[in-house]
């Protein structure tokens, strides 16, 4: 299974915008790359993902590098609510067949007022 | 539209009772995923199923641990004789799309919490 690699935590300034990266050196050519995350006590929540151009959505931005080995979720203004544990996966063929979600140990990420 | 629904939210169960896990996916939605996170761990996938069909179990316990999605009703996550080490949250999901493409996104429930005392 291609693997991701993210800092364990970051720490953010609330109305400040925040940069998570993801490295994925050993992604293939067909995996699409996912951001979930998860609040304290609550089930994981869609963020955003995308294959190859970077995406934009109503909860945040996704950059992809070019050589699609790194990418960068990207929230515009981090608010209180954005505290949560952010997981950047890796999905398709190349990585899982049947859609599974392998969840790494994530980005803490805390949002200070 | 309602999201994906579990029940109990918790469930207190002593060692050696069973434990069943609900749920229902969203409207539509016919793959349903199993992931359970034991305490202070992360998600871990158990087993990924399509109405009435075991898709991927490669994730689930080789014992005491059952799941199906019958052709009507939720679908349902069984732990026969419970130990203390079963006690986790649950996370159901479900996908709209026929896996594997990679660009399929996973709707997930608040989860079951179970302990086991």
């Known amino acids: 299974d291609a693997k991701t690699t993210q800092p364990n935590s970051m720490e953010s300034n609330e109305e400040e915008p925040v940069h998570l990266p993801c490295n994925h050196s050993t992604i293939s050519g067909t995996d699409y790359i996912h951001w979930y995350r998860q609040l304290p006590s609550q089930g994981p929540e869609y963020v955003i993902h995308?294959?190859?151009s970077n995406v934009n959505n109503r909860m945040a931005s996704l950059a992809i590098a070019e050589d699609r080995k790194s990418s960068t979720l990207i929230l515009h203004r981090a608010t209180l609510r954005d505290a949560a544990v952010y997981y950047c996966i890796l999905s398709g063929p190349g990585s899982s067949n049947t859609g599974k979600l392998i969840f790494g140990q994530g980005t803490t990420l805390q949002v200070k007022p | 539209n309602a999201g994906v629904m579990q029940n109990p939210r918790h469930l207190v169960r002593r060692r050696g009772q069973e434990a069943r896990l609900r749920c229902s996916p969203m409207k539509g939605h016919s793959h349903v995923y199993w992931y359970r996170q034991l305490p202070e761990e992360g998600l871990k996938f158990m087993v990924y199923l399509q109405k009435e069909n075991i898709i991927d179990e490669s994730g689930m316990p080789k014992e005491r641990f059952s799941a199906e999605f019958p052709k009507e009703g939720p679908s349902i996550l069984r732990i026969q004789q419970v130990v203390r080490g079963d006690s986790a949250a649950y996370f159901c999901?479900?996908?709209?799309?026929?896996?594997?493409?990679?660009?399929?996104?996973?709707?997930f429930g608040p989860g079951t919490r179970l302990l086991v005392l």
């Open positions: 999901a479900s996908s709209p799309q026929v896996a594997g493409g990679g660009g399929e996104t996973q709707y």
């Open positions: 995308g294959l190859t």
